[in-house]
Each structure stands twice: as C-alpha cells, then as structure tokens.
C-alpha cells in the first residue's frame, strides 16, 4: 500500500522564483496536512483540508504562500516569490476516519532550499 | 498559544535499558496526543495516539501515557535497541483544530 507521496524530494532554486510543492496523500484519507521544519521553529502546521476544502489557513506565513487541493488525490503547496527564510523540509501528511483523533500519516518531504 | 515541550532535548543509553520521554504541555483543552519518531531524512511515523479521554496506549515495547490535568505525557519504551535511536517527537491537537509539536528527544541507542 502505497504511502503519501511527495514530489520533489529537493528543491534548489534562486530566490524570487516560485516554487511548487506536490503531495498525493493515501488513497481513501480525508484529512491533508502541510507542514514545514526548521531547526529553529521546529515543526509547524501550515494549513490542513478536510475533503479537499480549506479548513485552517492559519499557520501559511505570508501570502507568498498558497495551498490548493483540486481532488482527493492530488494537493500543492505554492510559494511565489520565494526567499531564502523560506528554505526549510516540508511534509505533507494524510489520515482517515472523518475526525481529527486519527494517526497521521507523513510523506518523507521535500527539502527546500532557496539560494 | 499552546506550548509544547520536550525534555530531554537529547538522550543516549546502552541497548537493553529501559527508558522514558517526557513531554508536556501548557493548555489541557486537547483532542489527543501522539508520539511520532523521525529517522534522517524521513517524515513522521506515527507510534502511539492517545485520545484525551485515554490514559495510556501500548503497542509492543513502546507505552505512553496521558496526564490531562497536569499536561504531561510520557513514553516509555523498554529494553531499548540500537533500531530505536532516531528523534521522537509529542504533537498535541487543540479543541481550536490546531496541531502542536514539540522540538523532539534525540534518543541514540549504544550497541
């Protein structure tokens, strides 16, 4: 059974280009997270879908960041223009059963760095 | 905000030792608790989910517990193996659907 999938695995790009994250959760999952690690901030929840709406936003940065979930199998996480504060891993991560009390599972990220 | 903090930030023992991970955390209103263990260069894997209405959860060597009152938790894993050693991290979600993580225990397992 195949995990959550993310693509690419790095990322190396100059500042002020955009950038495209991709993620394929579990089949089946209706929950869909992105996340972002630093060794300073730790790990963070950037925004999370349930049945591939929005559902809190909050934690995306700046409005350089956007993140869109056309269907169930398929989400991005988009940042134009990026910088180099924005050089971090980001995990996109899924779970199932219609609540919030459901393990998540992680893809194995993307690491981004921004020259 | 909720604040979620792990101690140690970092642990090394020799393999067969029994030991525990501490987390804690500053506002009780949560849905549940998980552990999750990080290898190098690899997402989360989920080991143990506590809902708040738990007091424990065990799968094999690995038990964690869940003190709602006073915010902490705790895992315990027993006789410890080199396989073990990664970073183990606590993540707390709020009743404000909101998902908090600590900055995690670096656990090294000696041969």
């Known amino acids: 059974d195949a995990g959550v999938i993310q693509s690419p695995r790095h990322e190396v790009t100059e500042m002020g280009q955009e950038v495209t994250l991709r993620c394929k959760p579990i089949?089946?999952?209706?929950?869909l997270f992105w996340y972002r690690q630093t060794m300073m901030r730790g790990l963070e929840l950037l925004i999370y879908?349930?049945?591939?709406?929005?559902?809190?936003d909050s934690g995306m940065p700046e409005d350089r960041f956007s993140a869109k979930m056309p269907n169930a199998s398929f989400s991005t996480l988009k940042i134009q223009p990026s910088e180099p504060r924005d050089s971090a891993v980001y995990f996109c991560?899924?779970?199932?059963?219609?609540?919030?009390?459901?393990?998540?599972?992680f893809g194995d990220g993307t690491r981004l760095s921004i020259l | 905000k909720q604040e979620v903090t792990q101690i140690p930030a970092a642990l090394s023992v020799p393999e067969g030792e029994n030991l525990v991970l501490n987390c804690s955390f500053t506002?009780?209103?949560?849905?549940?608790l998980q552990w999750f263990r990080q290898d190098p260069g690899k997402g989360l894997t989920s080991l143990l989910l506590?809902?708040?209405?738990?007091r424990e959860q065990t799968s094999g060597r690995l038990n964690a517990s869940l003190d709602k009152s006073s915010g902490r938790s705790t895992l315990y894993i027993a006789a410890s193996q080199p396989g073990d050693s990664a970073t183990y991290l606590c993540?707390?979600?709020?009743?404000?659907?909101?998902?908090?993580f600590g900055t995690g225990t670096s656990l090294t397992v000696i041969p």
């Open positions: 991560a899924s779970s199932s059963g219609g609540s919030l009390n459901q393990p998540q599972h």
């Open positions: 089949s089946g999952h209706d929950y």
């Open positions: 879908f349930n049945n591939n709406v929005p559902i809190d």
């Open positions: 506002d009780s209103a949560i849905y549940n």
């Open positions: 506590i809902q708040s209405s738990q």
């Open positions: 993540a707390v979600s709020g009743t404000g659907n909101q998902f908090y």
